[in-house]
């Protein structure tokens, strides 16, 4: 069974800096494109960055881009995101999702989220 | 990066099609057939329900369905049932090798 679990959401200050995690096991790691997804509360999916198989073709949202960093780790089935200059506008339940393929295009399977808040 | 245009709400009867559309330019839907399309339940994750314009993943049910025309991706939901009522939303891959999401649609079964 496919599994994806995020971790490291939480209070962060406006300004400050947060990483995220995501564990991926049941399947070959190394075989698919991963992303991240943000869902403020009530509000709609946004895409926030991908990231292919072999750590290359990375993109990011306007919104996020020059303060998210998204990288993996292939040897430790791991996903992550180094989150920058964190504004309240970034308050949302973040998804780690796996690709159907290699390159990121479609997102298969999710995780439940982390929560991060970002409040004074 | 906008984002895709969906109808705010859909309604249908048990039983009934309904289907919902999702527009964008040729610069996402039009350009490349990597559209998607997801259903997401109060307080859950998203599930894909489409992918590749018209592809299901194996376990969903054939009752879904996808296509494109032009700028317009279209999802049918045929034989309606109540556990259908969910927001769905669609998505595409575009020219500056991102993803965009539709704003969401909520489907009620009346």
């Known amino acids: 069974e496919v599994q994806l679990v995020e971790s490291g959401g939480g209070l962060v200050q406006p300004g400050r800096s947060l990483r995220l995690s995501c564990a991926v096991s049941g399947l070959t790691f190394d075989d698919y494109a991963m992303h991240w997804v943000r869902q403020a509360p009530g509000k709609g999916l946004e895409w926030v960055s991908g990231i292919n198989w072999n750590g290359g073709g990375i993109a990011y949202a306007d919104s996020v881009k020059g303060r998210f960093t998204i990288s993996r780790d292939n040897a430790k089935n791991s996903l992550y995101l180094q989150m920058s200059s964190l504004t309240v506008e970034d308050t949302a339940l973040y998804f780690c999702a796996k690709d159907v393929g290699s390159i990121a295009r479609n997102l298969h399977c999710w995780g439940q989220g982390t929560l991060v808040t970002v409040s004074s | 990066q906008s984002a895709l245009t969906q109808p705010a709400s859909v309604s249908g009867s048990p039983g009934q099609s309904i289907t919902i559309s999702c527009t964008g330019t040729s610069g996402d839907v039009g350009g490349y057939n990597y559209v998607s399309w997801y259903q997401q339940h109060p307080g859950k994750a998203p599930k894909l329900l489409i992918y590749d314009v018209s592809n299901r993943p194996s376990g969903v049910s054939n009752r879904f369905s996808g296509s494109k025309s032009g700028n317009t991706a279209s999802l049918t939901i045929s034989g309606l049932q109540t556990e259908d009522e969910a927001h769905y939303y669609c998505?595409?891959?575009?020219?500056?090798?991102?993803?965009?999401f539709g704003g969401g649609t909520k489907l009620t079964v009346l």
């Open positions: 998505g595409s891959y575009t020219s500056t090798t991102t993803v965009v």
